[in-house]
């Protein structure tokens, strides 16, 4: 139906074609997400409020960060008071903001960590609670922060991590190390980086070598995940790009996420999303925030990249498969 409007001149409207469509649905803003990987119990009560008021049904909360550990090289105990500090605050971060958070936990391979074989000793113990979701963060990292942990050593605690995790029918999330090189930053000299609390200056010299470290680690990571019997669908590879994205994709069946809070440090946005799932379909695409009280991260970034997405012609359903149906099925959430 035409419509006048009562303006002294001719206004934007007046020029649209009739069957113009205009208004984005309003099923859009009602679509629910889960956050496979964030690292939330360490925001603030108010930061998590926002999570659950902006659509958030659930996350994995992972309670491994080597960079809140008192010391360096990395003790056991250490470790599992990290473990410990999360689910003891779990009950009341879902009670206070009514999404339903399980965590993740692991021995973080971001520093040297001490003795880690009385951590392995001590998982499956953890594994067999119904607050324990997944597995993570592990993962092969390039390069550690004050206290560098070799490759081999690496290997061995991600591949018995990823054994613990087959044993427990649990999936594994698996953190990527980015090719901060790519991103046009000015701070990629060793020295501090603005929006992230770790001196820079004490990073070790790398364990991986090459032009492209985050596909040398993933692949890395694919094959432990093998040697392991990990199955592929329970292998979650985090802080995805579309670097890395034919790899995963075309040679294996795990899952891609895409961290999407802090575009400032990893370049990644919607369009890289959107662009794979364009190319790729949704069935293996995930999205999380990672958003952690270590570095600048925006809580609302999962809303707006459905926001984007659709604006990007992902339709609604495909969208809330990425966002809530792929991980609600990984993460028995």
């Not at 995963?248 to 959107?274: K, N």
Request: glycine share 6%; with cysteine.
């Amino acid at each position: 139906m035409d419509v006048h409007y009562p303006t002294k001149r001719p206004i934007d409207a007046d020029h649209l074609d009739a069957d113009a469509e205009s208004v984005l649905p309003p099923e859009l803003t009602n679509v629910p997400w889960i956050d496979v990987h964030n690292h939330a119990h360490t925001l603030s009560w108010n930061d998590r409020e926002k999570f659950a008021l902006s659509g958030c049904q659930g996350m994995v909360m992972m309670a491994a960060g080597y960079y809140w550990t008192p010391y360096k090289p990395v003790a056991p105990d250490d470790v599992r008071y990290l473990w410990d500090d999360a689910l003891n605050r779990l009950d009341q971060i879902r009670q206070s903001h009514l999404f339903d958070a399980k965590l993740g936990i692991g021995i973080h391979t971001g520093a040297r960590v001490d003795e880690y074989k009385e951590l392995l000793e001590l998982m499956p113990d953890y594994c067999v609670l119904d607050e324990i979701a997944a597995v993570g963060e592990i993962g092969i990292t390039a390069s550690q922060h004050v206290s560098r942990w070799d490759l081999e050593d690496q290997e061995e605690v991600t591949r018995r991590q990823m054994e613990i995790a087959a044993d427990h029918d649990l999936p594994a999330v698996v953190h990527t190390p980015p090719n901060l090189e790519n991103v046009d930053i000015p701070f990629r000299e060793r020295g501090p980086i603005p929006g992230y609390e770790l001196d820079m200056s004490l990073q070790q010299a790398p364990v991986l070598e090459g032009e492209d470290v985050k596909r040398a680690a993933t692949e890395l990571d694919v094959e432990l995940k093998d040697e392991a019997g990990l199955p592929d669908e329970q292998l979650v590879l985090s802080h995805g790009d579309r670097s890395v994205a034919p790899y995963v994709m075309e040679s294996t069946d795990c899952y891609l996420a895409f961290t999407v809070s802090y575009p400032w440090l990893l370049g990644v946005t919607p369009r890289d999303v959107a662009a794979v799932i364009d190319e790729y379909g949704p069935d293996r695409v995930l999205v999380e925030t990672d958003s952690a009280g270590v570095l600048k991260s925006d809580v609302f970034s999962f809303k707006r990249t459905i926001f984007e997405l659709y604006r990007m012609g992902i339709d609604i359903k495909t969208i809330k498969q990425v966002v809530y149906e792929n991980p609600k099925r990984i993460l028995g959430l």
